[in-house]
C-alpha cells in the first residue's frame, strides 16, 4: 500500500533547502519519526546523501541522549557521521540484531526492490539491512521507480575482489549484460576512482562493477541477483530483494509518499 502526501509535523522552522536536499530532508525526518523511538537501543546507519538528515533528526528527537543507545554504521562516512553528532558508535559484529537501521537507495520499485550501492557500501548496508528487524529507505522523488534500472542507468553495482573482477565482468556480459547503455556510453564497466587513476575501492579493499541489464532481466530482480551472486568472486550484489518494511520518498510539494 502507499501512502501519498503526508505532511511531516514539525515544531520548528526548517531552513529553506534546494528542491531535491528538502525532499531528502524530508524523507529521513519523517522515517525517524515513525520507525525510531526511545524503545529501540540498537540503531543502524546506512550510507549517502540522505542519511545526514537522518541522523540530523535523531539528535532533534533527542535519542543521543541514552549513551547505552548504540548506533551501527555501514561504512566510513556513516561512522564519521556517527562520531561527529556525539551518539555512541557500535559494530555490527558486537550486535548481530539491530532494532531498526535506515537507509538511503539509488532506485526502488513498486515491490520495494532496490538497487543500492551507488557509494560502494552495499556490503556492509547488506549485513545491516539483514541484521535489522526493520529496514527502512529513504530516498528523494527521483528514486521511486516501477521497473529497477530506469532511472538508476549506470547498472547495478556489484562488489567483486579485486583478483577476481576480469572473469566476473566476462561472466556478466555471458549472462546479458548491456555493453552499452542507452545513451550510447559504455555499460558494463569497472567502477573507476573521480581521476581515473585507478577503480574504487570499497570499505572492504573490494573493486566495484557496474553492470546494466536489459529491462525484462530488470524485471524479475530475485532471480538477477541470485544469478549474480553465484558468479565467482562477486562478493555483494546492489539489489535488495524482500528486505524492506517500507520506503519514504521526500516530493518536491513538501510531501512524503510511503510504500509500504
Ligand atoms: C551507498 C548507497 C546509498 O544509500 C545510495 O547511493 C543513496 O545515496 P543518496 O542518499 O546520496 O542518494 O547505497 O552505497
Same mark, same amino acid.
Given at each position: 500500500?502507499?501512502?501519498? !502526501?503526508? %505532511?511531516?509535523?514539525?515544531?520548528?522552522?526548517?531552513?529553506?533547502?534546494?528542491?531535491?536536499?528538502?525532499?531528502?530532508?524530508?524523507?529521513?525526518?519523517?522515517?525517524?519519526?515513525?520507525?525510531?523511538?526511545?524503545?529501540?537501543?540498537?540503531?543502524? *546507519? !546506512?550510507?549517502?546523501?540522505?542519511?545526514?538528515?537522518?541522523?540530523?533528526?535523531?539528535?532533534?528527537?533527542?535519542?543521543?541522549?541514552?549513551?547505552?543507545?548504540?548506533? *551501527?554504521?555501514? !561504512?566510513?562516512?556513516?561512522?564519521?557521521?556517527?562520531?561527529?553528532?556525539?551518539?555512541?558508535?557500535?559494530?555490527?559484529?558486537?550486535?548481530?540484531? &539491530?532494532?531498526?537501521?535506515?537507509?538511503?537507495?539509488?532506485?526502488?520499485?513498486?515491490?520495494?526492490?532496490?538497487?543500492?550501492?551507488?557509494?560502494?557500501?552495499?556490503?556492509?548496508?547488506?549485513?545491516?539491512?539483514?541484521?535489522?528487524?526493520?529496514?527502512?529507505?529513504?530516498?528523494?522523488?527521483?528514486? /521511486?521507480?516501477?521497473?529497477?534500472?530506469?532511472?538508476?542507468? %549506470?547498472?547495478?553495482? &556489484?562488489?567483486?575482489?579485486?583478483?577476481?573482477?576480469?572473469?566476473?565482468?566476462?561472466?556478466?556480459?555471458?549472462?546479458?549484460?548491456?555493453?552499452?547503455?542507452?545513451?550510447?556510453?559504455?555499460?558494463? /564497466?569497472?567502477? #573507476?576512482?573521480?581521476?581515473?587513476?585507478?577503480?574504487?575501492?570499497?570499505?572492504?579493499? /573490494?573493486?566495484?562493477?557496474?553492470?546494466?541489464?536489459?529491462?525484462? #532481466?530488470?524485471?524479475?530482480?530475485?532471480?538477477?541477483?541470485?544469478?549474480?551472486?553465484?558468479?565467482?568472486?562477486?562478493?555483494?550484489?546492489?539489489?535488495?530483494?524482500? #528486505?524492506?518494511?517500507?520506503?519514504?520518498?521526500? /516530493?518536491?510539494?513538501?510531501?512524503? #509518499? &510511503?510504500?509500504?
Amino acid at each position: 500500500p502507499v501512502t501519498p !502526501g503526508k %505532511q511531516l509535523p514539525t515544531s520548528v522552522e526548517l531552513p529553506v533547502l534546494p528542491a531535491v536536499e528538502g525532499a531528502k530532508r524530508l524523507a529521513a525526518y519523517a522515517a525517524v519519526d515513525d520507525y525510531v523511538g526511545l524503545q529501540h537501543k540498537v540503531i543502524g *546507519i !546506512g550510507s549517502g546523501s540522505t542519511v545526514p538528515y537522518v541522523v540530523d533528526r535523531i539528535l532533534a528527537q533527542g535519542l543521543q541522549a541514552n549513551k547505552e543507545r548504540v548506533f *551501527i554504521p555501514t !561504512g566510513f562516512q556513516s561512522k564519521e557521521l556517527i562520531i561527529k553528532a556525539g551518539l555512541t558508535l557500535g559494530d555490527v559484529d558486537q550486535y548481530a540484531t &539491530i532494532d531498526v537501521t535506515i537507509d538511503g537507495a539509488d532506485e526502488v520499485d513498486n515491490e520495494l526492490n532496490s538497487i543500492k550501492g551507488g557509494g560502494a557500501c552495499q556490503l556492509r548496508e547488506k549485513v545491516l539491512a539483514e541484521a535489522a528487524e526493520t529496514w527502512i529507505m529513504v530516498a528523494d522523488y527521483r528514486k /521511486n521507480s516501477h521497473v529497477l534500472g530506469t532511472t538508476w542507468t %549506470q547498472g547495478i553495482p &556489484i562488489e567483486v575482489a579485486p583478483f577476481a573482477y576480469a572473469k566476473v565482468l566476462t561472466n556478466l556480459s555471458h549472462m546479458g549484460s548491456l555493453s552499452t547503455l542507452p545513451n550510447g556510453k559504455p555499460g558494463l /564497466n569497472l567502477r #573507476m576512482g573521480k581521476m581515473k587513476a585507478g577503480p574504487v575501492v570499497s570499505d572492504n579493499g /573490494n573493486f566495484i562493477i557496474d553492470a546494466p541489464f536489459p529491462e525484462e #532481466m530488470m524485471k524479475k530482480p530475485v532471480d538477477l541477483l541470485h544469478r549474480i551472486k553465484m558468479l565467482t568472486g562477486v562478493v555483494e550484489v546492489g539489489l535488495f530483494c524482500g #528486505m524492506a518494511k517500507a520506503a519514504y520518498f521526500g /516530493n518536491e510539494d513538501g510531501t512524503v #509518499m &510511503i510504500r509500504r
